[in-house]
């Protein structure tokens, strides 16, 4: 049956929402036409919702046009109009979803826009260096957090680290002031880097072999299971993939770093009471406490646990069910639990100005959503507390007993 419907569906899983998600729409649009103009014919009807799908499909290749075209942009921007860049690309991109509510293709782009940032920021920070540039080792920038799952938005901070050759002391100190001028370029760009994991931090970047001894020693203060999600946005030598394979192998071998992954992922609420109730505050929701924490800290700690390579959160669902650790069912849940609670994050996040922090950012009105988004986001956190399960039994059976 599973293989039935993989062939059926194809391997891309993020197809099966989409295709859901348009069939859905397009009813509705035929539906609401016929409502609204009882004396046309079928055919009528037919031929209105087909030139709204024109329009629409017209609308989305124009902003496509002008999103692509601020990437473009972003290689050639000096760096005092990368702020502006970074600002208008968003401004676009938040369009885009408001008119067409796609996830996918929000992060597809926002990763497009970063890595093209990245390039630029890092071209700019060799220059900065003058003579020192020379004594720069090979080296990979890697985003974890957010980024590092394909997730990023210019509203989470950009989380970085560095790892690099081996080098002698003039290497240790390019790569030191290389480091900071990194950090300031991607601030000044706009992409809010985060002041803790960031390689400007000694902590946050260091040799293969010193990234393999802080994930053997498990060092609390900088967390080494922030490495289970990682994605390369410059690899100099292949460091970003060999970072990669070592660090997520050493962390599998550390049943002390497993344990304490599992532990940290049972403890994150999913955010529903004892009677099903939304668990509130000044009679807010936490979505990123209660909804998207949970829901990665489970499908990460599981993608780790079963060696899955792939970076995106859907790539991960996808290999977890070729493995069969996931079933068709559980792996469809999950993947609209990503979808619902992302959709539910990008709709806030897109009434509020990219360049100014807010506190209250991802705190959810329950009373300004409609019927159908209160119960989505129910079965999602649901659907949290159900895959957090999963996780834990999938560990007990590694001979391992979860909290």
Known sequence: MKNILLSAKGGDITVWRAATDFATAYRQALLDLAASDHDSSSETVFQKTCTLLETAT??????????????????????????????????????????????????????????????????????????????????????????????????????????????????????????????????????????????????????????????????????????????????????????????CATLRANSSAVTNLVHRMTALSNGLGIMGRLKLEYGLFKLLDYGLLPFSASLSTLSLIKGSSSVSSSGRIYDLLMQQVLDVELAERMLATWHDLHNLRLGLEQFFEIDRKNDQLLHLNPNELSPEQRQSLKEALESVAIIQRHVEIIFSEMGNSAP
């Open 58 to 247: 017209q609308d989305h290749n124009n902003l496509l046009e002008h999103l692509n075209g601020q990437i473009r942009e972003m290689a050639t921007a000096p760096p005092h109009c990368r702020k502006e860049v970074t600002i208008t690309f968003y401004n676009y991109l938040y369009r885009h979803f408001s008119h067409f509510r796609s996830v996918p293709i929000f992060y597809e782009l926002s990763m497009a826009f970063l890595q093209q940032a990245s390039a630029a920021i890092i071209a700019q920070a060799r220059i900065q260096l003058g003579d020192s540039a020379s004594a720069l080792p090979e080296f990979a920038l890697i985003a974890v957090g957010p980024a590092g799952r394909h997730e990023y938005s210019p509203f989470c901070a950009l989380q970085l680290l560095i790892v690099h050759d081996n080098t002698g002391t003039e290497g240790l100190r390019a790569i030191g002031l290389f480091s900071e001028k990194l950090h300031d370029g991607f601030e000044a760009a706009g992409l809010a880097p985060d002041q803790e994991v960031t390689p400007r931090n000694p902590e946050w970047r260091g040799t293969l072999a010193e990234w393999r001894l802080r994930c053997e020693a498990e060092e609390e203060h900088i967390n080494p299971c922030r490495l289970a999600d990682q994605f390369s946005l410059y690899s100099g030598n292949h460091l970003g993939d060999d970072l990669k394979q070592i660090s």
